[in-house]
């Protein structure tokens, strides 16, 4: 059988050869050309459609992208070649750079225009630099991809780009729907404004221009059926197996490490020994101090689609709820550990700077990706602010909260009761006063009482049941070759 596929090629070669050859002695150097190309299209879209090469395009910071990374991993599991392309800035998961499927694409970070120029006109050029980036990576520095998977948003130039690539290799063309991009352009330039009108218009036909669709929620999936005739798949944000409860020798050690540069987790005194939540006795081994102050933990990319003034207002009150009960409040200290970075981050750390708290500590730490699961897995309480611009999506950070059995208490949005249920598995809160209410209620008596929130704990084990991986193999891989 070989012998023949064998032959049956070097027959088709000749052919080819023969043909090539008889157009250039006739000068018929433009069909010549066309022919060339037609033929490596054709043996291409035969590569594609039974192929095992992905390109996953993220037009951001790939370390601070979890889910595309969690996709690309995915990928690699059944044996595909992977090439991320997206910009650098943190460093992603150990399993992606350790990973030899997985080869990362950095972008350049588009050049600084003149701030005297017309916002328009820098809008402009920024696409512009993109899209050439982006052709020159898909053509010329990968491997023909089988796949391509977008993140959206942004859809800014990567929904044209992804779809043109895919008329010219053959690929499926996969867009993964996080959210809607003109919804987040209209919190900077306002809902009205023209350029948003634009990227709808866009997002919207080139959008439907993909051969499969995912999103991550119920209501994107009927958003996306009912306004733009795009049929998707929905594909929960589901935690991997790192995130999980943190056993405790390994929290003594990483509130250890944190104690260096925030001295809310260290003792003050008997350094390397204890810290604010642990002690190593030596004898009995590390154990947590009955008098320790409870963790409460926030995770943000700094962004206008959460209010963090909410949280620096409820921890106002719980201050003075402390305060005017004294002892007979029952309430512990806090440390509140806000993590992330992003464009607002040094106006609130200036804003903290001003608070005057006794009972209360806030730090705002960036953590390496292998250290943010172990700071999840430590806490007691999680709390979300994440509103969203469409009202379509999910906060990733409460996924990976739950995946590490931390109860959350979370601003209300619409779509939220997708994964935050009321009094089963966390809190929902509308004002600074509901969330300061909140935390006085779970934490009356911490640590010796703690019966909320290890119901809430109790009812987070169905969830941690069904990782990411069991969910992308249900939902993603029976559709990468219909």
Not at 67 to 91: E, N, P, T
Request: aromatic share 12%; glycine share 6%.
């Amino acid at each position: 059988m070989s012998k023949v596929k064998h032959l049956d090629l070097i027959l088709q070669l000749s052919l080819i050869t023969f043909m090539e050859v008889y157009l250039y002695f006739n000068e018929l150097y433009s069909l010549m050309f066309v022919t060339i190309l037609f033929l490596y299209m054709a043996s291409g879209f035969r590569i594609a459609r039974s192929g095992s090469q992905a390109c996953i395009i993220v037009l951001g910071d790939i370390g601070r992208s979890p889910r595309m990374q969690y996709h690309a991993l995915s990928f690699a599991k059944l044996k595909f070649d992977v090439d991320i392309v997206g910009y650098g800035g943190s460093i992603p998961h150990p399993d992606i750079v350790n990973n030899t499927r997985i080869k990362r694409h950095i972008l350049r970070e588009p050049p600084k225009l003149p701030q005297f120029l017309p916002k328009i006109f820098q809008y402009v050029i920024k696409v512009l630099f993109q899209v050439c980036q982006l052709f020159f990576v898909l053509f010329f520095n990968i491997k023909w991809p089988s796949h391509i998977m977008v993140q959206n948003p942004p859809s800014i130039p990567t929904l044209f780009v992804a779809w043109f690539v895919r008329l010219i290799y053959g690929s499926k063309y996969i867009i993964d729907w996080h959210n809607y991009g003109y919804t987040i352009l209209g919190l900077s330039v306002g809902s009205r404004n023209p350029l948003v009108r634009f990227a709808k218009w866009f997002e919207k036909f080139f959008g439907r221009k993909a051969d499969g669709h995912f999103c991550v929620t119920n209501a994107m999936k009927e958003d996306l059926q009912k306004n733009w005739s795009i049929k998707a798949c929905t594909l929960y944000d589901r935690p991997p197996e790192i995130f999980k409860e943190t056993p405790l020798k390994q929290k003594h050690e990483l509130f250890l490490k944190l104690s260096e540069d925030y001295f809310g987790f260290g003792d003050g005194s008997t350094r390397g020994i204890k810290t604010a939540f642990t002690e190593d006795t030596r004898s009995s081994g590390v154990v947590e101090k009955s008098d320790r102050p409870a963790l409460v933990i926030s995770s943000t990319s700094w962004t206008e689609d959460e209010d963090f003034s909410i949280l620096l207002g409820a921890l106002e009150l719980y201050e003075k709820a402390k305060i005017a009960g004294g002892k007979s409040s029952h309430l512990p200290n806090l440390v509140c550990a806000i993590t992330g970075k992003g464009p607002q981050k040094k106006f609130y750390q200036q804003e903290i700077a001003k608070m005057n708290f006794k009972h209360v500590n806030i730090c705002t730490p960036w953590l390496a990706a292998e250290e943010y699961p172990l700071l999840l897995g430590s806490a007691d309480i999680g709390v979300c602010l994440h509103t969203s611009s469409s009202g379509l999506d999910l906060p990733m950070k409460v996924v990976d909260m739950f995946g590490c059995g931390l109860p959350v208490c979370a601003i209300d949005f619409n779509c939220l009761d997708e994964l935050v249920k009321h009094n089963e598995n966390g809190l929902i809160f509308k004002t600074e006063a509901e969330l300061a209410e909140q935390l006085q209620i779970l934490l009356r008596g911490f640590p010796e009482k703690q019966n909320k929130l290890k119901t809430f704990r109790e009812n987070l084990k169905s969830f941690q049941a069904y990782r990411w991986q069991e969910s992308w193999t249900d939902k993603v891989k029976p559709t990468l070759y219909i």
